[in-house]
């Protein structure tokens, strides 16, 4: 399979910077979701989901075709949740039409964590809605109840090393998880909408202990309320992960940099961008004093 980017010559940066402003105004704007932790999370994670579908074996899946708005890919139980995402998205989509929902979806991500304080992240559109027919089929997306040597190979998969693997998995240090998405639950109180390296911080300072939760799911609890899945906790078992574990803790700015890179890697696999593609670093609300 291959999905070469549609370069569309009518839209400049200008064009994206106001679908990426409309979607940081209202991040501002409904920030009661989620017990106020606002919408950041869940449209990264929807940047996520929409693109970790991706096969490296045969180049199928991933962010391209926009499939996520399709039934079969949006009621993936391992989508459950990101249909509040996707309703966020509506309106601006509206009154943006001319985007492909591969774009959206991912230029939504990028914002949300750019707005979290987090890196700039470069993002490249050319995205192309495919039909119905090219949607993957469900079971793509990783299980939370596993080991390093599923996370490795999970990850390979999507063309990710070790240092791309854990970095990636930082991501964790938004939002959370809730028993009605995913069967887990917490962390409670300290869940938190600011894009820094406390993930790695906190699986290293925390004492963790196994528990069934409330839906019977295993998981890591901490006696300050923190949490961690399994495949989080696998980042410090295995000892090449926890090498660069203790890095990203101990250097916020070498994790925010192989963050960005891999982030963009994710939100790009499978699709081939032409020569001089256009390539965007968005300004923040911040950076234009909105
Ligand atoms: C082995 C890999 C991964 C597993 C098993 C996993 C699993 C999960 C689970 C079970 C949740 C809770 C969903 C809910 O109950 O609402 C979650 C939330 C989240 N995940 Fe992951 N995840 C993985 C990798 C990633 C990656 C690579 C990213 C982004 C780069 C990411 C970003 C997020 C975010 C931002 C949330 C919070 C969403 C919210 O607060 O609504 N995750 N993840
Ligand atoms: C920084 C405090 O948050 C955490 O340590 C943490 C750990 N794992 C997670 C796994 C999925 C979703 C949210 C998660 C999360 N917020």
Same mark, same amino acid.
């Given at each position: 399979?291959?999905?070469?980017?549609?370069?569309?010559?009518?839209?400049?940066?200008?064009?994206?910077?106001?679908?990426?402003?409309?979607? $940081?105004?209202?991040?501002?704007?409904?920030?009661?979701?989620?017990?106020?932790?606002?919408?950041?999370?869940?449209?990264?994670?929807?940047?996520?989901?929409?693109?970790?579908?991706?096969?490296? &074996?045969?180049?199928?899946?991933?962010?391209?075709?926009?499939?996520?708005?399709?039934?079969?890919?949006?009621?993936?139980?391992?989508?459950?949740?990101?249909?509040?995402?996707?309703? =966020?998205?509506?309106?601006?989509?509206?009154?943006?039409?001319?985007?492909?929902?591969?774009?959206?979806?991912?230029?939504?991500?990028?914002?949300?964590?750019?707005?979290?304080?987090?890196?700039?992240?470069?993002?490249?559109?050319?995205?192309?809605?495919?039909?119905?027919?090219?949607?993957?089929?469900?079971?793509?997306?990783?299980? $939370?109840?596993?080991?390093?040597?599923?996370?490795?190979?999970?990850?390979?998969?999507?063309?990710?090393?070790?240092?791309?693997?854990?970095?990636?998995?930082?991501?964790?240090?938004?939002?959370?998880?809730?028993?009605?998405?995913?069967?887990?639950?917490?962390?409670?109180?300290?869940?938190?909408?600011? =894009?820094?390296? &406390?993930?790695?911080?906190?699986?290293?300072?925390?004492?963790?202990?196994?528990?069934?939760? $409330?839906?019977?799911?295993?998981?890591?609890?901490?006696?300050?309320?923190?949490?961690?899945?399994?495949?989080?906790?696998?980042?410090?078992?295995?000892?090449?992960?926890?090498?660069?574990?203790?890095?990203?803790?101990?250097?916020?700015?070498?994790?925010?940099?192989?963050?960005?890179?891999?982030?963009?890697?994710?939100?790009?696999?499978?699709?081939?961008?032409?020569?001089?593609?256009?390539?965007?670093?968005?300004?923040?609300?911040?950076?234009?004093?909105?």
């Amino acid at each position: 399979i291959v999905h070469i980017a549609a370069i569309n010559k009518d839209r400049t940066i200008d064009d994206y910077q106001r679908i990426y402003n409309k979607i $940081a105004e209202k991040i501002r704007e409904d920030d009661e979701y989620d017990g106020y932790i606002g919408y950041g999370p869940v449209l990264v994670r929807l940047g996520w989901h929409s693109s970790g579908t991706y096969n490296k &074996e045969n180049n199928s899946g991933g962010s391209y075709g926009g499939t996520y708005r399709f039934k079969l890919e949006n009621s993936d139980p391992s989508n459950n949740g990101l249909q509040n995402a996707a309703q =966020f998205l509506d309106p601006i989509y509206k009154e943006f039409n001319w985007i492909s929902h591969g774009d959206l979806y991912t230029l939504g991500a990028v914002c949300a964590i750019q707005e979290a304080q987090g890196p700039k992240i470069k993002w490249r559109p050319g995205r192309v809605d495919l039909p119905e027919s090219a949607t993957p089929e469900n079971g793509r997306l990783p299980d $939370a109840v596993n080991g390093a040597d599923y996370v490795r190979k999970f990850y390979a998969r999507l063309r990710m090393n070790d240092r791309e693997a854990v970095a990636l998995t930082g991501a964790h240090c938004l939002g959370r998880t809730h028993l009605k998405n995913s069967g887990f639950d917490g962390p409670w109180g300290a869940a938190s909408s600011s =894009f820094t390296n &406390e993930f790695f911080i906190n699986l290293l300072n925390e004492q963790w202990k196994l528990q069934k939760n $409330a839906a019977g799911n295993k998981q890591y609890d901490s006696p300050k309320g923190y949490m961690m899945l399994e495949t989080d906790y696998a980042l410090i078992q295995d000892p090449i992960y926890l090498k660069i574990v203790k890095e990203y803790a101990n250097n916020e700015a070498s994790f925010f940099k192989d963050f960005a890179s891999s982030f963009q890697k994710l939100l790009e696999n499978g699709i081939d961008y032409p020569k001089g593609a256009p390539e965007y670093i968005f300004k923040t609300l911040d950076d234009q004093d909105m």
